[in-house]
């Protein structure tokens, strides 16, 4: 039986654990033992917190997306103008929690499963309306078709992650950079 009161601390666990075998293995061929052996704890207690393997991911993949609405809001904080909302927005994306290995490695994953799963593709789209409005209405002052640009922004993010996940060498820094420069391109070709 699990103790009282550790049931955030095991879950936590899990979903930690369940991102870095992801990373390690590169794709859904993991089992709720592996996840769980790597986390310190039974099969049987992985299952009690969340039956199952998509069940965990998801869990792991909420926790990425809530770790990027932190990024967000902290880098929204202190932007007083619409570029730099657009910015922040941007640069969240490829802060260190968010543009990990083990991260992109699991938004890869997210990316091939929402193919055959609902629940990982509504997720997947929750992210994706997000970023677009977010994007959207930072660049609403500067630009006549601000939806477009957010559009083509967000292709680029994903693009970037696919390329950080393949390659294994993108770096945030060179990421962050590629993004804000097609940025500052697409706000003045709108001119």
Sequence with gaps: MPKIGMEPIRRSELVDATIAELAS?????????????RAGMSTALAHHYFGGKDQIFLAAMRQ??????????????GATHPKARAVAVIEA??????????TVSAWMTLYAQAQTNREMLRLLRLYQRRLKSNLSHALRPLADRPEAIAETLAALIDGLYLRAALSRSQTPDAARTTALDTLNILLESRR
């Design 25 to 37: 293995k590169g794709s859904m061929d993991i089992t709720v033992g592996q996840i769980a052996k």
């Design 64 to 77: 990425i997306l809530r770790d990027f609405g932190v990024e967000v809001r902290r880098g929204l904080t």
């Design 93 to 102: 994306s490829f802060s260190p929690t968010c543009f990990s290995p083990d």
